[in-house]
Each structure stands twice: as C-alpha cells, then as structure tokens.
C-alpha cells in the first residue's frame, strides 16, 4: 500500500477517495479482524484498530510503547455515532455541529462500553470522541462502521507523525495496512475538551483555539483540568531525541533553529514560517523538528513563538518537547 518516494512528503489534499477505495475496503477488514491501520486524519496520522477489541487495543498500546493509562480517542463519523458511545450535553452537540467533521475532541461519559472498551478507555467512565476531516479517514469509519481507537501514530514520548513517511518510520511495521493520505494539513494534534455537566475543561489545547471553542459553547472552566482527567498529559511528551532550546532569538551557529518569521538563512536554519503565520508554523512544527533531529547539529533551538490562537498549543507541544512539562 505505499507509494512512490516523490508522492509522500508533497502537501497536498488527499486524492479523491474513489482511487483508493480499494485500500479503504482493505483497510476497514483488517479493522474487523482486530488488526492495525495507518490512518491518515487532518491533524497527525493515527494507528488505527476497532475500539471495541480489547486484544487489537492491547496491540496498539503494545506498538506505541504506550502507559495503559493513557485512554484513546474514538474516532466517529459525526455527531450521531458519537452521541450512541458518550454523553454529549447540548453544549457539547452544539461544540460538534460547529467544528466538526474536524480537529476537536470532546470528553464526556461513556454510554456504550463494548463499544469502546475499558482498555481503549483506561478504565474511566468518560470517553473522548472526535469525528476526523479528513476524507480517507471518514472513508474507513463508514466502511467499518463502529469507533476506531486512534492515539497518534508515533512511538510513544516522541513526535507525533504528519507525513507518510514519518508515520511509517514510527510504527508502520506493526500495522496491516498503510494508508497514504499525503502530508496532514493541520499538523497539530486535536484540542481534547472536557464535557462535564457545568465545566468545560480544555484538557489538551490544540488545533481548535480557545477564543473559537468560546465563541460558540462560551467561557472554559479555570485550569487545565486535573491529572486524573488528564491523563495523558503527564509525561515528556513529543520529544526529539537531541535537546531542545526555546525561546531562542539568537541561535548558536553550530545548532538546527527553528525560525519563526523572518530570520538569517543557513545551512542549519529551518524557518516554521517565514510570514510569521501561525497556521503555517502548526503544520511544519512535528516534520521540522524531525528534520532537525536527523540534522548533523547537536541540539536543536526554537525562536519565541506568540502564544495567542494557536500559538498556544504550538507552546504546548514545544514545552512538553523540551521537558518543561506544567
Ligand atoms: O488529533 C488527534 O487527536 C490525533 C488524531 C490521530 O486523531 N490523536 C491523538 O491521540 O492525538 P493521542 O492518543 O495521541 O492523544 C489523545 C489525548 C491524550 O492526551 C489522552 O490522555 C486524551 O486524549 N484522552 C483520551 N481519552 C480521554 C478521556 N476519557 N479523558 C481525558 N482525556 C482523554
Ligand atoms: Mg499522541
């Protein structure tokens, strides 16, 4: 199911779903048979298996290296599929009918738990949904027809995949089919939020901002939650293996930097966007700072990043890379 070399890392939309049809019924039996899919989604590439399966999420946990008290997020075709696994108050539904299909993730308690097992869901009573945008994966959740479990496909710590290439370099070898969706248009993982009774807890900032999620569903609750609904968030987390400096205006000449804007060009310097454009830097942020650890220089520096919209989970991420964990 790969690709030639020169189609994997271009930055394109996925081709229509009909050319991959194919892969897409290939894809959605290895589901059924409890076995492992690259899936492509808007935001990262995730490793994929039927939420329902104890043993297929047992292998996902097993791939990624992953604590099992990190819960997954099942993946849904839209609002109705997820109001038959979670609670989803009307504030919730009116979050999902604004931003979805797309990079949100809402936590609320669980309905069906056969449907996304205990292991998916680390034992809580609470589930995260989220219903992809991306068109391979919403070809693969209708084919298959229930929730897919699908943490990031990256080894577990380091940066979640947003190329093919990345993503089959971090688990493809444990997967049954690979799906190549091209390059992930968002780059950043989704915002988690967390959808109980009267607070509305972001639980993990992401590519949905904090001023839209207020526009539409009003203020977030203080904090960002506590660590037991929070799981996730505890360790260092999408880490390079070369250490990470941030907030660097003045790069050393002998480490990769990660520009923000307009800065001196060399051999070393990697710019996350030369406009200074949010957006642009969230997409390159995963890919360069692979591109950096494979780089001949020792460490790796990042110049400041403004921490509105979504500079605040682009800080987020570079804070948890650099083990500055809060
Ligand atoms: O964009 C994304 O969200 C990607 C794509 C593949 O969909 N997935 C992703 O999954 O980033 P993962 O497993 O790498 O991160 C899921 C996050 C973790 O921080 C986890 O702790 C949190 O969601 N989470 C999942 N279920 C939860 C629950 N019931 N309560 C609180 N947090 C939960
Ligand atoms: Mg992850």
Redesign the pocket.
């Known amino acids: 199911m790969s690709t030639s070399p020169s189609r994997r890392n271009s930055r394109r939309r996925a081709e229509p779903v009909a050319v991959f049809a194919d892969e897409v019924l290939k894809a959605a039996a290895a589901l059924r048979r409890g076995e492992l899919v690259l899936?492509p989604?808007e935001?990262?590439?995730?490793?994929?298996c039927d939420a329902a399966s104890p043993a297929a999420v047992a292998a996902v946990f097993a791939a990624k290296g992953?604590p099992r008290f990190?819960?997954?997020?099942a993946?849904v075709t839209g609002v109705e599929a997820a109001q038959r696994i979670a609670v989803l108050d009307a504030r919730a539904r009116r979050l999902a009918d604004a931003f979805w299909p797309g990079?949100l993730?809402l936590?609320g308690r669980?309905l069906d738990t056969g449907a996304v097992c205990d292991l998916a869901?680390?034992g809580?009573d609470?589930?995260?949904v989220?219903a992809?945008d991306h068109p391979l994966a919403q070809a693969v959740l209708e084919a298959f027809g229930g929730p897919v479990a699908?943490?990031?496909?990256?080894r577990s710590g380091r940066p979640?995949p947003t190329t093919f290439a990345d993503a089959v370099e971090e688990t493809g070898q444990s997967v049954a089919v690979q799906l190549d969706g091209g390059a992930c248009r968002?780059g950043?993982?989704?915002t988690?939020l967390?959808c109980f009774g009267d607070e509305l807890v972001l639980?993990?900032p992401?590519?949905v901002t904090r001023d839209q999620i207020e526009a539409v569903a009003g203020p977030l609750s203080a904090g960002q939650?506590d660590a037991g609904?929070?799981?996730?968030?505890l360790a260092r987390h999408y880490a390079p293996s070369k250490p990470l400096r941030l907030q660097v205006t003045a790069p050393s000449p002998d480490a990769a930097y990660l520009a923000f804007g307009p800065a001196a060009e060399g051999p070393l310097v990697l710019s996350l966007s030369p406009q200074g454009r949010l957006e642009e830097a969230a997409a390159n942020l995963f890919s360069m700072l692979r591109a950096a650890d494979r780089s001949s220089a020792d460490r790796i520096e990042v110049a400041p990043i403004p921490e509105i919209g979504l500079g605040e989970a682009i800080n987020d991420r570079l804070r948890r890379a650099a083990g500055h964990v809060g």
């Open positions: 899936l989604t935001t990262v590439y995730g490793l994929a992953r990190n819960p997954l997020i993946h990079p993730t936590v669980i869901r680390a809580l609470t589930v995260a989220r992809p699908a943490p990031s496909a990256n979640s968002v950043l993982e989704s988690v967390g639980l993990r992401g590519a939650g609904r929070s799981p996730g968030r």
